[in-house]
T-cell receptor, first 110, second 115 residues
Framework: RKEVEQDPGPFNVPEGATVAFNCTYS??????FFWYRQDCRKEPKLLMS???SGNEDGRFTAQLNRASQYISLLIRDSKLSDSATYLC???????????FGKGTTLSVSS | DAGVIQSPRHEVTEMGQEVTLRCKPI?????LFWYRQTMMRGLELLIY????????DSGMPEDRFSAKMPNASFSTLKIQPSEPRDSAVYFC?????????????FGPGTRLTVL
């Protein structure tokens, strides 16, 4: 079983759509959770951290369910510029290796 | 501020040759990570350092791979001899323990092709 699993997609949505990505992780000892964004042929960049209480950053909402070992990312009012691969990431503690899912590809079209 | 710097950005070499990838972390960061990304396996950790000391090298594929961090501002990842299956994008990332933003910052990567 992979440590972090994501639906690879691709998700093809029109501008303005709402899209949700899901992720599950296998290590119950995981302490830190993130969504990273990776554009084609670029490095991964932090999109947002994910907290147990859920958190929102503009059009992006992330949620964590520790009991189910499940992480989600909701993107509202999709923009063309949201087209990218979204990586679900966990780590067992700060300063240790990040464990990446293989990513979910989003394509937003006009 | 300069981010993580990697060189070269692209490397094409022939099987059996030695390859050296270089990384300069963000100044002041105390952790440095080497990751490899392939289509098949995604992003995987190879090795990481804390204060220039290797902490976990369990992701290093085999003895052909070695990494060093002689000082806080420089690290190398060496592959000798290289093989076609080593073709991948190699990322270096750095991290500062205790920083407000609990994240690793990635360099632009080195795209390695072994023919």
């Amino acid at each position: 079983r992979k440590e972090v699993e994501q639906d690879p997609g691709p998700f093809n949505v029109p501008e303005g759509a709402t899209v949700a990505f899901n992720c599950t992780y296998s290590n119950s000892a995981s302490q830190s959770f993130f969504w990273y964004r990776q554009d084609c042929r670029k490095e991964p960049k932090l999109l947002m951290s994910v907290y147990s209480s859920g958190n929102e950053d503009g059009r992006f909402t992330a949620q964590l369910n520790r009991a189910s070992q499940y992480i989600s990312l909701l993107i509202r009012d999709s923009k063309l510029s949201d087209s990218a691969t979204y990586l679900c990431v966990v780590s067992s503690q700060a300063g240790t290796a990040l464990i990446f899912g293989k990513g979910t590809t989003l394509s937003v079209s006009s | 501020d300069a981010g993580v710097i990697q060189s070269p950005r692209h490397e094409v070499t022939e099987m059996g040759q030695e390859v050296t990838l270089r990384c300069k972390p963000i100044s002041g960061h105390d952790y440095l990570f080497w990751y490899r990304q392939t289509m098949m396996r995604g992003l995987e950790l190879l090795i990481y350092f804390n204060n220039n000391v290797p902490i976990d090298d369990s992701g290093m594929p085999e003895d052909r791979f070695s990494a060093k961090m002689p000082n806080a501002s420089f690290s190398t990842l060496k592959i000798q001899p290289s093989e076609p299956r080593d073709s991948a994008v190699y990322f270096c990332a750095s991290y500062l323990a205790g920083a407000p933003t609990d994240t690793q910052y990635f360099g632009p990567g080195t795209r390695l092709t072994v023919l």
